[in-house]
């Protein structure tokens, strides 16, 4: 079973979202197979790691097109802006945010950490008086660097921006 270990509200600047990008939905799901190439194949060594705005991997997800039921999904780094974008490198600028950063623990195996993270770190977000902004289009899947998705458990990170809930 998933476990929300906790929820914190932070800013983060503007940036830029530096990685390699996949369509998904419509039955196939192509990014475990694009994870796997990244590190496979070393690609992040053309992005200086240690200048990320966030210590995690980022699977961001965006550019939802309704009527075909598929999103953008790029795994990368937020980096500051002004990073030069590598080459055969996707981006997106990211505008300054509050994100609620859950961290949730759970099953690799059978990906219930995976389909638990945004329901339980959005329940928790608007526990703490904060609601999502979806005006922004985004979240993310955020991963520890040394994390092995070959686990049979493990802890992610989920994002989601969020504002403070209006009170009624």
Request: glycine content about 8%.
């Amino acid at each position: 079973m998933a476990n929300l270990v906790n929820t914190r509200i932070i800013t983060i600047p503007d940036a830029v979202l530096v990685g390699y990008e996949v369509i998904n939905g419509g039955g196939q799901n192509p990014v475990p197979a694009l994870w796997e190439k990244i590190f496979q194949e070393d690609l992040f060594d053309k992005i200086a790691v240690e200048q990320s705005i966030l210590d995690l991997y980022i699977g961001w997800m965006g550019e939802y097109l309704k009527d075909k039921d598929t999103f953008t999904y790029i795994a990368g780094l937020l980096m500051p802006i002004g990073y030069s974008i590598p080459e055969n490198f996707s981006y997106r600028r990211i505008t300054s945010c509050q994100i609620g950063l859950g961290t949730i623990n759970g099953s690799f195996k059978d990906e219930e950490v995976f389909e638990q993270a945004h329901n339980m770190t959005v329940k928790s977000i608007y526990e703490m008086g904060y609601m999502p902004d979806y005006s922004f289009g985004w979240s993310a899947e955020a991963y520890p660097k040394d994390l092995s998705f070959d686990a049979k458990n493990g802890t992610i990170n989920y994002i989601c921006p969020c504002k403070k809930e209006i009170s009624r």
